[in-house]
């Protein structure tokens, strides 16, 4: 028997809860939201569209943390999505004192669980759910690099005219303007695409890729993208109830992988049933280091301000060394 639940029932809380269904990739499903009537709401919606689809899941809406214990993962969203003109760093304030309330509730509630974090600004978020939650940096991972390889292999794939799944690519670094695209370990069926498009032509991707959720978020006036972030996710769950041991680019805290120490940055991770298993430490090119290491320093950043404001003093975990050795 398998449980899920999802802190946030809003866009990406929803659609997600329904994707698990549809696919049923749990026995149950809780959807948990301080606005306790959308999550109630959303869980009936979905429930009531099983009989059609023919899946077998209980849903279920609250606003009581007592509801999430036994939770095999839990998803958190809780937040405010960004406005147009806003970047997600922009989120920062109100955010964290979110995530703070949701690592707590987690962290008394269900300490067991395996914590897949979305919400922005994504990788100090998942390091501030990890330091007031405590539990295993295995067990806490932020979802980011998925859907931005998604929006990369999606663009190349419009301009080279190939069908999307024949591409494989990777977006590593934070979930912000500075990610870092991989173009030299991009292929469409194993032809790299530098023997396809010239490098003007992959630069315009990229760009398009790194301002991929900002052309949403203004197409749509109020709030941001979730069909694609919430397929994103649920890759995630799936590989961690599944044990399938997939390789995906995640956010997690580096423990000298890179050259980086208690920090978080996306990069490739084998995921399963231990979570966030193994970081995978591909040899980078040099200009592939430098915007790595300029994508974690913007992240470092903030992560700074929040130390020397003392936002972290009363956790148990206080330890941080973002390092490079370059
Ligand atoms: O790639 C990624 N990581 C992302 C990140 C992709 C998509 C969305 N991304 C971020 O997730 C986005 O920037 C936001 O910070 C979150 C949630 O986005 P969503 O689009 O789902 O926002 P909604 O629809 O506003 O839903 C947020 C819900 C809403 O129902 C609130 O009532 C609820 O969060 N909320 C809370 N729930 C529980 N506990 C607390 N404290 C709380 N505060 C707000």
Known sequence: MKKISLIGAGQTGGTLAHLIGIKELANEVVLFDVASGIAKGKALDIAQSSSVDGFDVKFSGTDNYEDIKNSDVIIVTAGVPRKPGMSRDDLLGINLKIIKQV??????????????????????????????????SNKVVGMAGILDSSRFKLFLSLELNVPVKEIEAMVM?????????????????????????????????????????AEIVNL???GSAYYAPAKSTAVMVDAILKDTNQIHSCAVMLKGEYGYSDMVSGVPVM??????????????????????????ASVSEMVNILYANGFFDDCENKTYGPSNEE
Do not use: W
């Open 173 to 213: 670094g934070g979930h912000g303007d500075t990610m870092v695209p991989l173009p030299k370990f991009t292929t469409v069926a194993g032809v790299p695409i530098e023997d396809l498009l010239d490098s003007e032509e992959i630069g315009e991707i990229v760009k398009k890729t790194r301002n991929g959720g």
């Open 103 to 136: 690592a707590e509730g987690i962290k008394q509630h269900a300490p067991n669980a395996f914590v897949i974090c979305i919400t922005n600004p994504l990788d100090v978020m998942v390091m501030a759910f990890q330091k007031y939650s405590n539990l295993p």
């Open 271 to 296: 995921i399963g049933a231990g979570g966030a298993q193994q970081v995978i430490e591909m040899t980078l090119k040099q200009l592939q280091k430098t915007r790595f290491k300029n994508s974690v």
């Open 220 to 222: 749509l006036g109020d």
